[in-house]
């Protein structure tokens, strides 16, 4: 019973932070595959990795110094953080690689690494949470619920999400310079703020205080990456904005369509009219593809033709010129 309910506990609530992330990508959703794919890279292969890696550090360190202590400063401030943050990273480069068309924004850059994450978090915290419970029974199972889902719970999305702005920003600019300069910066800065948390944990030097501290500093970290979420999605709204009038001039979409694209929850009610009416599929899929217009206009513009953007960019006005009739506004 009590490893089931450390299965639960360590799971259910990353997916439902998973489902957040997967929300506030307003206007241009991921594929969902895609989303599962790098959930079960940081759920199988960067948990998995990171735990043999960390206890080979650890191992090797009271090795040469006998201190366990020292060995778990180590596995804590050095080892963590370089092993997970780039096991975790290798998830949204495989994106960035492989599917690089589905790739088109900072957002999207922290939703893939955000998704990664939490998928390393469900086992990690499964563990824990085991542990909590092995230690000091359900007292010590429910200790652990609290720290690692309430108190901590947005941690690894928070690291790993420079990793994603980084390869967004590489994405996204044509100089050499910055397409090897931002992704090694963002998946430094991720090994930096992971580091910088498990030293704070790991080296309680102000007693208690280091706790409020360590508390206040993660959660300035996450409410940091919630504006820069909010920034970006403000972005991705200015992209339609400006980027779909073409359409509007093109008779392609009308002017009411234009409107609906433009807002989130403009978009939320079409789509429910569209449930209801029975066009919901035709709804859904016609404003996923003016967000995805948008997004190959920008790229057009930033980057130039990059994969024959010119020629996706008639593919989807043709598209979206056959949906119109059925789309609701």
């Known amino acids: 019973m009590a490893f089931l309910a450390s299965l639960f506990f360590g799971f259910v609530p990353m997916f439902f932070f998973a489902y957040i992330l997967y929300w506030l990508d307003r ?10 794919g790098v959930f079960l890279w940081g759920m199988v292969v960067a948990a998995g990795g990171a735990y043999v890696l960390n206890t080979l550090f650890g191992v090797t360190v009271f090795s040469l110094t006998g201190s366990e202590a020292a060995s778990d400063i180590a596995t804590g401030s050095i080892s963590a953080p370089f092993v997970e943050e780039s096991l975790k990273g290798m998830a949204v480069l495989l994106v960035f690689w492989i599917f690089h068309r589905e790739f088109d924004s900072v957002l999207d850059g922290i939703v893939y690494a955000g998704i990664a994450a939490l998928g390393f978090a469900a086992t990690e915290n499964s563990i824990y949470i085991w542990r ?5 029974g359900w007292n010590g199972l429910f200790q652990l619920v609290f720290i690692r889902v309430i108190l901590v719970g947005w941690q690894h999305p928070f690291y790993t999400a420079f990793t994603g702005i980084g390869l967004a920003l590489a994405r996204m600019n044509r100089s050499w310079l910055v397409k090897f300069v931002a992704p090694v910066a963002g998946l430094s800065l991720a090994m930096f703020a992971h580091s910088v948390h498990n030293t704070l944990a790991g080296i309680p030097f102000l007693g208690d205080l280091t706790c409020l501290i360590g508390s ?3 959660w300035s970290g996450v409410f940091f990456m919630f504006l820069i979420i909010m920034w970006a999605t403000w972005m991705e709204q200015r992209n ?8 509007v001039q093109m008779g392609i979409i009308s002017k009411a369509q234009y409107r609906t ?3 989130a929850w403009s978009q939320i009610f079409a789509r429910l009219t569209g449930l209801f009416s029975g066009q919901f599929l035709a709804t859904n899929r016609f404003y996923q593809v003016c967000g995805e217009l948008a997004h190959k206009k920008q790229q057009l513009l930033k980057v130039g033709e990059e994969g024959g953007n010119s020629a996706i960019v008639q593919r989807y006005q043709a598209e979206l010129a056959r949906l119109a009739t059925f789309a609701q506004s």
């Open 216 to 218: 206040f500093l993660d």
């Open 27 to 36: 206007y241009e959703k991921e594929p969902i595959p895609l989303l599962i």
């Open 240 to 247: 339609i904005i400006t980027h779909l009038r073409q359409e």
């Open 132 to 136: 909590g419970y092995t230690a000091d």
């Open 261 to 263: 694209a433009c807002s």
